[in-house]
């Protein structure tokens, strides 16, 4: 592709290198500049002739794409939840799925200024979507990488969006109770294989024990103290792992806990509601 190309021999050529057709026409709206929502200004412009500079950077953003690095840190952005957010390799991808999440959060959020707690926020995703639909809404951040932190403040800065990101390996530096606590906790087991295609991203995002249930369990237990009564744990987790959940939900003490299913109609997310009144102490 060093010779002047037009746009559509461009995206010819990124297709010949297997890429599929949208990412090539993403990459290169990006090149040039164009919000990723103008696709059809490429068909207007098929025949314009990307200059030399364009043509190189096209080049080297499909080869990237073509040796499997996700077309999200090429181009600096993901959208989640309808908002834009910058991404790196310093966090998770948001991932549609995730949404489910975020819905279910805002069905059980109290009105007002209810307070709510992301545990491991990555991008912030999760937290921006929640304050972007309430704005009312009280809302913290903890994550414990530093470079998360960083991604997340700076998008929140972008959006302008009141949430505090702070540094905290789950409850460590948390004080307080929430209305409701939400989590996308690592939880893919190790040395599972689906591992292979997630290369690019933070492995210490990812993985979670022999089971992949290390922090959920660890999040599941301490939670209580950080809860309003009433108050609800929702949690994100593997694509087999609801029923686990939910026991461990519910040996905790949590009530009403269930399950939601994602996109693809598996159960992506479990959670429960802290009792209104706690039970009578033991006595040994």
Same mark, same amino acid.
């Given at each position: 592709?060093?010779?002047?190309?037009?746009?559509?021999?461009?995206?010819?050529?990124?297709?010949?290198?297997?890429?599929?057709?949208?990412?090539?026409?993403?990459?290169?709206?990006?090149?040039?500049?164009? +919000?990723?929502?103008?696709?059809?200004?490429?068909?207007?412009?098929?025949?314009?002739?990307?200059?030399?500079?364009?043509?190189?950077?096209?080049?080297?953003?499909?080869?990237?794409?073509?040796?499997?690095? +996700?077309?999200?840190?090429?181009?600096?952005?993901?959208? !989640?939840?309808?908002?834009?957010?910058?991404?790196?390799?310093?966090?998770?991808? +948001?991932?549609?799925?995730?949404?489910?999440?975020?819905?279910?959060?805002?069905?059980?959020?109290?009105?007002?200024?209810?307070?709510?707690?992301?545990?491991?926020?990555?991008?912030?995703?999760?937290?921006?979507?929640?304050?972007?639909?309430?704005?009312?809404?009280?809302?913290?951040?903890?994550?414990?990488?530093?470079?998360?932190?960083?991604?997340?403040?700076?998008?929140?800065?972008?959006?302008?969006?009141?949430?505090?990101?702070?540094?905290?390996?789950?409850?460590?530096?948390?004080?307080?109770? !929430?209305?409701?606590?939400?989590?996308? +906790?690592?939880?893919?087991?190790?040395?599972?294989?689906?591992?292979?295609?997630?290369?690019?991203?933070?492995?210490?995002?990812?993985?979670?024990?022999?089971?992949?249930?290390?922090?959920?369990?660890?999040?599941?237990?301490?939670?209580?103290?950080?809860?309003?009564?009433?108050?609800?744990?929702?949690?994100?987790?593997?694509?087999?792992?609801?029923?686990?959940?939910?026991?461990?939900?519910?040996?905790?003490?949590?009530?009403?806990?269930?399950?939601?299913?994602?996109?693809?109609?598996?159960?992506?997310?479990?959670?429960?509601?802290?009792?209104?009144?706690?039970?009578?102490?033991?006595?040994?």
């Amino acid at each position: 592709m060093a010779e002047a190309l037009s746009c559509a021999q461009a995206i010819a050529a990124a297709c010949s290198l297997g890429l599929d057709r949208l990412d090539a026409q993403l990459l290169l709206l990006h090149v040039l500049g164009k +919000p990723h929502g103008e696709r059809a200004w490429l068909i207007a412009h098929d025949r314009d002739l990307l200059s030399p500079e364009a043509s190189e950077r096209f080049r080297a953003f499909c080869q990237c794409r073509a040796s499997g690095e +996700p077309l999200a840190y090429i181009v600096g952005q993901q959208e !989640f939840f309808g908002l834009p957010l910058a991404v790196d390799p310093r966090v998770l991808i +948001p991932r549609p799925d995730t949404e489910t999440l975020v819905s279910w959060a805002l069905d059980v959020l109290p009105a007002g200024s209810a307070k709510v707690l992301d545990l491991g926020t990555g991008s912030g995703a999760i937290a921006l979507a929640l304050k972007h639909a309430r704005p009312a809404a009280e809302v913290s951040a903890i994550d414990a990488s530093a470079g998360a932190v960083a991604v997340a403040r700076s998008n929140a800065a972008a959006l302008g969006l009141a949430v505090s990101i702070e540094i905290s390996r789950w409850f460590e530096q948390v004080d307080g109770r !929430f209305d409701v606590i939400v989590s996308n +906790p690592p939880y893919v087991r190790e040395g599972d294989p689906h591992l292979t295609a997630l290369g690019h991203e933070p492995i210490q995002a990812l993985t979670a024990g022999a089971d992949g249930l290390s922090d959920l369990r660890q999040i599941i237990a301490t939670a209580p103290a950080h809860l309003q009564a009433g108050g609800w744990l929702l949690l994100e987790h593997g694509y087999d792992q609801a029923e686990a959940i939910r026991q461990l939900l519910q040996a905790q003490g949590f009530e009403a806990v269930t399950s939601r299913d994602d996109l693809a109609g598996i159960q992506r997310c479990s959670g429960g509601r802290w009792p209104h009144e706690a039970g009578p102490a033991r006595r040994d």
